[in-house]
């Protein structure tokens, strides 16, 4: 069992920039890929940012590419995602999930179904 907690979230403006973070706890003898989605009320989960077990591979959803970037530290078992230039659009709850490695063949990462663990969510809200 792998257990995650965002942090990280607030209100800000547009313009402004944010570093989420996600910690990891419990069996993490294994590698996991992670990811971060967001979610808005009456909506599905919408795939984020992923990144391999090692890092090597990163992948952005569009809106996000040039803005955000995803980062891991296994030292810390901590998953980053910083977002810079922050639009109102932006706004959701954010959740960082784990999956089993290599979800990048066939783009699996970005189904939210692939995903083992996910945490409970930060909130992240940017006024215009």
């Known amino acids: 069992q792998v257990h995650l907690v965002e942090s990280g979230g607030g209100l800000v403006q547009a313009g402004d920039s944010l570093r989420l973070v996600c910690a990891a706890s419990?069996?993490?003898?294994?590698?996991?890929?992670m990811g971060w989605f967001r979610q808005t009320p009456g909506k599905e989960r919408e795939f984020v940012a992923y990144?391999?077990?090692?890092?090597?591979?990163?992948y952005y959803t569009d809106s996000a590419k040039g803005r955000f970037t995803i980062s891991r530290d296994d030292a810390k078992n901590t998953v980053y995602l910083r977002m810079n230039s922050l639009v109102p659009g932006d706004t959701a709850l954010y959740f960082c999930?784990?999956?089993?490695?290599?979800?990048?063949?066939?783009?699996?990462?970005?189904?939210?179904?692939?995903?083992?663990?996910w945490g409970q969510g930060t909130q992240v809200t940017v006024s215009s």
């Open positions: 990144t391999s077990w090692n890092g090597g591979i990163s």
């Open positions: 419990g069996y993490l003898d294994n590698p996991y890929d």
């Open positions: 999930a784990a999956g089993v490695p290599s979800l990048w063949a066939d783009n699996r990462y970005s189904r939210a179904d692939n995903y083992a663990y």
